[in-house]
């Protein structure tokens, strides 16, 4: 049951990255909705270890390589920085998760915000490094935070259509949640 | 178990450290490939968003369909008007060239596509459209629709291409402004609003709003010349050069019919 958990999760990955490409603009200087990040948050937080390095990997390569640009041939980031920070926060979630005995839709929603805003500012700051320049400004800040509060907002709904597929037991629980399981 | 564990652990780690290493030849195939094997997944997409669309335009009240159907037929008949009036003038320009000898002015070879998606990245202004190696298309190939130049195709799998639009600041075309010796390099702003920014023209540049400006064909480079590009918004003297911004020609936030360049005639 919990592999075909991770299989869902890991099946799930291309779809939500195409589905985020269809999802409206959101006002006020059309940014967009990231659901990737919501949907690592899940899966760092409700799979054990091993299986959640593994599956921030994955949610590495497939963001690392949907964003890759290339200049005169050269690719303008490697995947390193993606594969370094997805497995930096599932390491953070893990540690988050056995703090608060479980998973919880709290705690999901919270890291989706930081997961996104974190990667966008991110993101922007490696454009940044490379290109020259960091012109902060108000727009910038709007572009991180408003995906930010998006993801806030969808983790809830997501972690409840998520929930019905994974062996979760009741929230804030330690003795009927034992999410960690052996490989 | 804890053997287990570790290999998996050593596994993980190569596997990591591999991808890290990636030079940019490997990055490219990869990234084509996921496209391609993303590609059925966008167009279904598109389709469900497509069909969405058409339900929406079919619950037009009747009150709105009426005055649609008028301001459509006014259009049709202002068209076959305009129509017959280029009729003439294509049979005068086609005299007229056949008289003075003037070869028939280089045209391109287009391949029309539909844009399927645009790409949630935040900071690059991407669209995927649904042509690929099997249409013919490679990298860096020209997009334009038939009011101006959009992008050029970056990755490209089997049957999807991914374009970097003209309001990224990577994609940097080589420009000329009508009327004017003036060019410049022309790229969106880092944090794009929609305009573009031509910059390298001279400081003293007497630029005017409304001007165009179009593509200058730089030898050996992507785009062609001629391509109308945009138009002058404002221009202003910086310490070593000039800087126009730009409003683009076509409308870049409702793409949905373009062209990909793939040759010319």
Request: glycine content about 10%; charged content about 15%.
């Amino acid at each position: 049951m919990r592999t075909l958990f991770l299989i869902l999760l890991l099946c799930l990955l291309p779809v939500v990255v195409v589905v985020q490409d269809f999802l409206p603009i959101l006002p006020p200087a059309q940014e967009r909705i990231q659901l990737l990040p919501v949907l690592f948050c899940f899966g760092a937080l409700a799979l054990p270890f091993i299986p959640a390095l593994f599956f921030a990997l994955a949610t590495a390569l497939i963001q690392g390589l949907i964003l890759l640009q290339f200049q005169s041939g050269q690719a303008e980031n490697g995947l390193a920085p993606a594969i370094v920070f997805f497995l930096c926060w599932t390491i953070a979630l893990q540690m988050t998760g056995e703090i608060t005995h479980g998973l919880r839709w709290e705690l999901h929603a919270l890291g989706s915000f930081l997961v996104t805003i974190t990667m966008l500012g991110g993101e922007f700051l490696m454009i940044c490094a490379k290109r020259g320049g960091l012109p902060l400004s108000i727009d910038v800040l709007t572009r991180v935070a408003v995906p930010g509060g998006a993801s806030l907002l969808l983790a809830p709904m997501l972690y409840l259509l998520l929930k019905s597929f994974v062996p979760i037991t009741s929230e804030g629980s330690s003795a009927n949640n034992p999410v960690p399981y052996d490989l | 178990m804890k053997k287990l564990q570790t290999a998996a652990l050593i596994l993980l780690t190569l596997a990591g450290l591999f991808f890290c290493f990636l030079g940019s030849g490997a990055l490219s195939r990869m990234q084509s490939s996921l496209i391609g094997f993303l590609a059925p997944i966008s167009q279904s997409g598109h389709t469900v968003k497509s069909s969405i669309g058409s339900i929406g335009k079919d619950l037009l009240t009747l009150d709105q369909l009426e005055t649609e159907y008028s301001r459509l037929d006014a259009e049709n008949r202002r068209l076959r008007a305009e129509n017959n009036g280029l009729r003439d003038l294509l049979e005068e320009n086609n005299h007229l060239r056949q008289v003075l000898g003037y070869r028939e002015h280089s045209s391109f070879l287009l391949v029309p596509a539909t844009i399927l998606s645009h790409d949630a990245g935040v900071w690059w202004n991407t669209v995927k459209v649904n042509r690929g190696t099997k249409d013919g298309i490679s990298t860096d190939m020209p997009v334009i629709t038939d009011r101006g130049l959009i992008g050029k195709t970056t990755t490209v799998s089997d049957n999807i291409s991914e374009v970097l639009l003209i309001t990224d600041e990577n994609c940097k075309v080589a420009a000329k402004v009508e009327g004017t010796k003036e060019q410049g390099i022309c790229a969106g702003p880092r944090i794009g609003n929609g305009d573009l920014q031509l910059t390298f023209l001279s400081k003293l540049a007497d630029l005017q709003p409304g001007q165009k400006v179009y593509t200058a064909g730089v030898s050996g480079g992507v785009f062609p010349s001629g391509i109308a590009l945009g138009t002058v918004k404002s221009f202003h003297p910086r310490e070593l050069d000039g800087e126009a911004t730009l409003e683009p020609t076509a409308d870049l936030d409702n793409l949905e019919e373009v062209f990909i360049v793939t040759g010319g005639k």
